[in-house]
T-cell receptor, first 110, second 116 residues
Protein backbone atom coordinates (compact mmCIF):
# COMPACT_ATOMS: atom_id res chain seq x y z
CA UNK A 1 0.00 0.00 0.00
CA UNK A 2 1.30 3.45 -0.92
CA UNK A 3 1.93 6.01 1.82
CA UNK A 4 -0.23 8.54 -0.06
CA UNK A 5 -3.35 7.57 -1.99
CA UNK A 6 -4.98 9.93 -4.45
CA UNK A 7 -7.93 9.27 -6.73
CA UNK A 8 -6.34 9.45 -10.20
CA UNK A 9 -9.55 10.51 -11.93
CA UNK A 10 -9.73 11.73 -14.62
CA UNK A 11 -12.20 14.33 -13.47
CA UNK A 12 -14.23 16.41 -15.91
CA UNK A 13 -16.43 19.30 -14.73
CA UNK A 14 -18.26 22.22 -16.35
CA UNK A 15 -16.89 25.73 -15.98
CA UNK A 16 -17.99 27.33 -12.73
CA UNK A 17 -18.29 24.05 -10.83
CA UNK A 18 -16.79 23.40 -7.41
CA UNK A 19 -14.04 20.81 -7.60
CA UNK A 20 -13.02 18.61 -4.69
CA UNK A 21 -9.71 16.75 -4.76
CA UNK A 22 -8.65 14.42 -1.97
CA UNK A 23 -5.75 12.41 -0.64
CA UNK A 24 -5.38 9.99 2.22
CA UNK A 25 -2.14 8.99 3.85
CA UNK A 26 -0.81 6.49 6.33
CA UNK A 27 2.36 8.08 7.74
CA UNK A 28 1.64 9.86 11.02
CA UNK A 29 4.95 11.73 10.76
CA UNK A 30 3.70 13.88 7.90
CA UNK A 31 3.16 17.44 9.08
CA UNK A 32 3.64 19.50 5.91
CA UNK A 33 0.92 19.18 3.30
CA UNK A 34 1.04 20.67 -0.17
CA UNK A 35 -0.95 20.79 -3.37
CA UNK A 36 0.88 21.16 -6.65
CA UNK A 37 -0.53 21.84 -10.10
CA UNK A 38 1.19 20.43 -13.15
CA UNK A 39 0.40 21.49 -16.68
CA UNK A 40 1.36 19.28 -19.58
CA UNK A 41 5.11 19.37 -20.35
CA UNK A 42 5.79 21.50 -17.26
CA UNK A 43 7.14 20.89 -13.79
CA UNK A 44 4.78 20.99 -10.79
CA UNK A 45 4.09 24.41 -9.27
CA UNK A 46 3.05 24.92 -5.67
CA UNK A 47 -0.58 25.96 -5.18
CA UNK A 48 -1.12 25.66 -1.46
CA UNK A 49 0.88 24.72 1.60
CA UNK A 50 -0.51 23.84 5.05
CA UNK A 51 1.34 22.97 8.21
CA UNK A 52 -0.41 20.44 10.46
CA UNK A 53 -4.22 20.43 10.64
CA UNK A 54 -6.49 23.23 9.58
CA UNK A 55 -7.82 25.17 6.63
CA UNK A 56 -6.14 27.63 4.32
CA UNK A 57 -7.77 29.78 1.68
CA UNK A 58 -6.17 31.55 -1.26
CA UNK A 59 -8.55 33.10 -3.74
CA UNK A 60 -10.62 30.35 -5.32
CA UNK A 61 -8.58 27.62 -3.64
CA UNK A 62 -9.11 26.14 -0.18
CA UNK A 63 -6.92 23.46 1.36
CA UNK A 64 -8.04 21.39 4.32
CA UNK A 65 -6.01 19.02 6.44
CA UNK A 66 -7.50 16.60 8.95
CA UNK A 67 -4.61 14.82 10.64
CA UNK A 68 -6.89 12.77 12.87
CA UNK A 69 -8.41 11.16 9.77
CA UNK A 70 -5.18 11.36 7.71
CA UNK A 71 -7.12 13.11 4.99
CA UNK A 72 -6.44 16.25 2.99
CA UNK A 73 -8.56 18.08 0.46
CA UNK A 74 -8.30 20.84 -2.10
CA UNK A 75 -11.40 22.73 -3.17
CA UNK A 76 -11.51 24.88 -6.28
CA UNK A 77 -14.44 27.30 -6.51
CA UNK A 78 -15.73 28.76 -9.76
CA UNK A 79 -13.48 26.47 -11.76
CA UNK A 80 -12.08 27.83 -15.02
CA UNK A 81 -10.80 26.11 -18.17
CA UNK A 82 -7.34 27.39 -17.21
CA UNK A 83 -7.56 25.18 -14.11
CA UNK A 84 -7.35 22.12 -16.35
CA UNK A 85 -4.20 20.33 -15.21
CA UNK A 86 -2.99 17.47 -13.07
CA UNK A 87 -3.22 18.16 -9.35
CA UNK A 88 -0.77 16.44 -7.04
CA UNK A 89 -0.92 16.25 -3.29
CA UNK A 90 2.43 16.07 -1.52
CA UNK A 91 3.43 15.54 2.08
CA UNK A 92 6.52 15.58 4.19
CA UNK A 93 7.70 15.13 7.72
CA UNK A 94 10.66 17.41 7.22
CA UNK A 95 9.42 19.68 4.40
CA UNK A 96 12.36 18.53 2.31
CA UNK A 97 11.70 15.00 1.07
CA UNK A 98 8.25 15.11 -0.50
CA UNK A 99 5.98 12.08 -0.90
CA UNK A 100 3.49 12.62 -3.70
CA UNK A 101 0.10 11.21 -4.54
CA UNK A 102 -0.38 9.81 -8.02
CA UNK A 103 -2.14 12.94 -9.25
CA UNK A 104 -5.68 13.74 -10.41
CA UNK A 105 -6.17 14.91 -13.98
CA UNK A 106 -8.79 17.66 -14.05
CA UNK A 107 -10.52 19.02 -17.14
CA UNK A 108 -12.79 22.06 -16.85
CA UNK A 109 -15.08 22.30 -19.85
CA UNK A 110 -16.08 25.76 -21.15
CA UNK B 1 14.57 35.89 -11.35
CA UNK B 2 15.16 32.93 -13.65
CA UNK B 3 13.56 29.65 -12.66
CA UNK B 4 15.09 26.22 -12.34
CA UNK B 5 16.62 25.12 -15.60
CA UNK B 6 17.25 21.56 -16.66
CA UNK B 7 19.24 20.29 -19.60
CA UNK B 8 18.73 18.55 -21.85
CA UNK B 9 14.94 18.68 -22.08
CA UNK B 10 14.70 15.46 -24.07
CA UNK B 11 17.03 12.51 -24.30
CA UNK B 12 16.92 9.13 -26.02
CA UNK B 13 19.29 6.39 -24.92
CA UNK B 14 19.56 2.63 -25.35
CA UNK B 15 19.67 -0.03 -22.68
CA UNK B 16 23.02 -0.37 -21.00
CA UNK B 17 24.14 3.19 -21.67
CA UNK B 18 24.61 5.82 -19.02
CA UNK B 19 23.20 9.32 -18.89
CA UNK B 20 23.93 12.57 -17.07
CA UNK B 21 21.26 15.18 -16.46
CA UNK B 22 21.94 18.72 -15.34
CA UNK B 23 20.05 21.12 -13.11
CA UNK B 24 20.71 24.80 -12.39
CA UNK B 25 18.78 26.01 -9.34
CA UNK B 26 17.26 29.42 -8.86
CA UNK B 27 19.96 31.94 -8.02
CA UNK B 28 20.62 31.90 -4.30
CA UNK B 29 19.02 28.51 -3.72
CA UNK B 30 21.34 26.04 -2.09
CA UNK B 31 19.27 22.87 -1.87
CA UNK B 32 18.56 20.73 -4.92
CA UNK B 33 16.33 17.66 -4.98
CA UNK B 34 15.72 15.19 -7.78
CA UNK B 35 12.51 13.29 -8.50
CA UNK B 36 11.49 10.66 -11.01
CA UNK B 37 7.99 10.84 -12.52
CA UNK B 38 6.44 7.87 -14.32
CA UNK B 39 2.82 7.08 -15.17
CA UNK B 40 2.90 3.96 -13.03
CA UNK B 41 4.73 5.16 -9.91
CA UNK B 42 4.06 8.88 -10.04
CA UNK B 43 6.57 11.30 -8.56
CA UNK B 44 9.23 9.63 -6.46
CA UNK B 45 12.04 11.25 -4.51
CA UNK B 46 15.53 10.32 -5.65
CA UNK B 47 17.91 12.42 -3.52
CA UNK B 48 18.63 15.85 -2.10
CA UNK B 49 21.86 17.82 -2.10
CA UNK B 50 22.86 20.75 0.05
CA UNK B 51 26.31 22.28 0.30
CA UNK B 52 27.69 19.68 -2.11
CA UNK B 53 26.61 16.82 0.20
CA UNK B 54 23.84 14.30 -0.27
CA UNK B 55 21.45 14.86 2.65
CA UNK B 56 18.61 12.47 1.83
CA UNK B 57 18.20 9.52 -0.48
CA UNK B 58 15.10 7.78 -1.77
CA UNK B 59 14.61 4.10 -2.42
CA UNK B 60 16.41 3.78 -5.74
CA UNK B 61 19.24 1.43 -6.75
CA UNK B 62 22.85 2.52 -6.72
CA UNK B 63 22.74 3.04 -10.49
CA UNK B 64 21.21 6.40 -9.67
CA UNK B 65 23.72 8.89 -8.35
CA UNK B 66 24.18 12.59 -8.18
CA UNK B 67 26.42 15.40 -7.14
CA UNK B 68 26.30 19.08 -6.42
CA UNK B 69 28.90 21.66 -7.29
CA UNK B 70 30.06 24.66 -5.28
CA UNK B 71 27.76 26.95 -7.30
CA UNK B 72 24.78 24.73 -6.27
CA UNK B 73 24.33 23.33 -9.76
CA UNK B 74 23.59 19.63 -9.66
CA UNK B 75 23.90 16.63 -11.92
CA UNK B 76 22.37 13.22 -11.69
CA UNK B 77 23.72 10.13 -13.38
CA UNK B 78 22.04 6.88 -14.26
CA UNK B 79 24.32 4.04 -15.25
CA UNK B 80 23.44 0.82 -17.08
CA UNK B 81 20.09 2.17 -18.24
CA UNK B 82 17.05 -0.09 -18.15
CA UNK B 83 13.78 0.26 -20.03
CA UNK B 84 12.07 1.09 -16.74
CA UNK B 85 14.25 4.16 -16.31
CA UNK B 86 12.20 5.93 -18.99
CA UNK B 87 10.67 8.82 -17.11
CA UNK B 88 10.49 12.54 -16.57
CA UNK B 89 13.30 13.55 -14.23
CA UNK B 90 12.49 16.66 -12.25
CA UNK B 91 14.84 18.86 -10.33
CA UNK B 92 13.61 21.13 -7.56
CA UNK B 93 15.49 23.85 -5.73
CA UNK B 94 14.76 25.51 -2.41
CA UNK B 95 16.36 28.49 -0.70
CA UNK B 96 17.95 26.92 2.35
CA UNK B 97 17.93 23.98 4.65
CA UNK B 98 16.70 24.54 8.16
CA UNK B 99 15.47 21.46 9.94
CA UNK B 100 11.87 21.71 11.05
CA UNK B 101 10.89 24.64 8.87
CA UNK B 102 9.16 24.74 5.53
CA UNK B 103 11.16 25.35 2.40
CA UNK B 104 9.15 25.68 -0.77
CA UNK B 105 10.52 23.56 -3.57
CA UNK B 106 10.50 25.11 -7.02
CA UNK B 107 10.47 22.60 -9.84
CA UNK B 108 12.12 22.79 -13.21
CA UNK B 109 10.43 21.62 -16.43
CA UNK B 110 12.15 18.25 -16.29
CA UNK B 111 14.22 16.10 -18.62
CA UNK B 112 12.24 13.50 -20.55
CA UNK B 113 14.42 10.38 -20.79
CA UNK B 114 13.43 7.58 -23.15
CA UNK B 115 15.33 4.29 -22.97
CA UNK B 116 15.03 2.05 -26.02
Amino acid sequence: QKEVEQDPGPLSVPEGAIVSLNCTYSNSAFQYFMWYRQYSRKGPELLMYTYSSGNKEDGRFTAQVDKSSKYISLFIRDSQPSDSATYLCAMSGSARQLTFGSGTQLTVLP
Amino acid sequence: KAGVTQTPRYLIKTRGQQVTLSCSPISGHRSVSWYQQTPGQGLQFLFEYFSETQRNKGNFPGRFSGRQFSNSRSEMNVSTLELGDSALYLCASSPFQTSGSYNEQFFGPGTRLTVL
